[in-house]
Nanobody, 121 residues
Framework: QVQLVESGGGLVQPGGSLRLSCAAS????????MGWHRQAPGKQREMVAQ???????NYADSVKDRFTISRDNAKNTVYLQMNSLKPEDTAVYYC???????????????WGQGTQVTVTS
């Protein structure tokens, strides 16, 4: 069994910052890409940022130069540093990991439960 647990969401004013964390645990053999997606009310889930096992990041245009994704492979953890937050960043943020486990040795995608980020004055 593999679990992804997010933390760090909350309420922040426009221009503020938040740091999200997501820790993977369980019968993990290896982790490939990890990333963050978000879903705002009435909208489809969208990719925000992702990072390869080697540390190469990729960002949605809407968050470039404001958000930074990083990971600690020793801790099976991915982070999202969000700066200069805007009201349009308000959404539930989900962690995603492409993980090989003892049960799914070929690998599959796992999702966290989501953490709410609200940007409002």
């Amino acid at each position: 069994q593999v679990q992804l647990v997010e933390s760090g969401g909350g309420l922040v004013q426009p221009g503020g910052s938040l740091r999200l964390s997501c820790a993977a645990s369980g019968s993990i053999l290896s982790i490939n890409d990890m990333g963050w997606h978000r879903q705002a009310p009435g909208k489809q889930r969208e990719m925000v940022a992702q990072i390869t096992s080697g540390g190469n990041p990729n960002y949605a245009d809407s968050v470039k130069d404001r958000f930074t994704i990083s990971r600690d492979n020793a801790k099976n953890t991915v982070y999202l540093q969000m700066n200069s937050l805007k009201p349009e960043d308000t959404a539930v943020y989900y962690c995603k990991g492409s993980i090989r486990s003892r049960i799914y040795r070929g690998g599959r995608d796992y999702w966290g439960q989501g953490t709410q980020v609200t940007v409002t004055s």
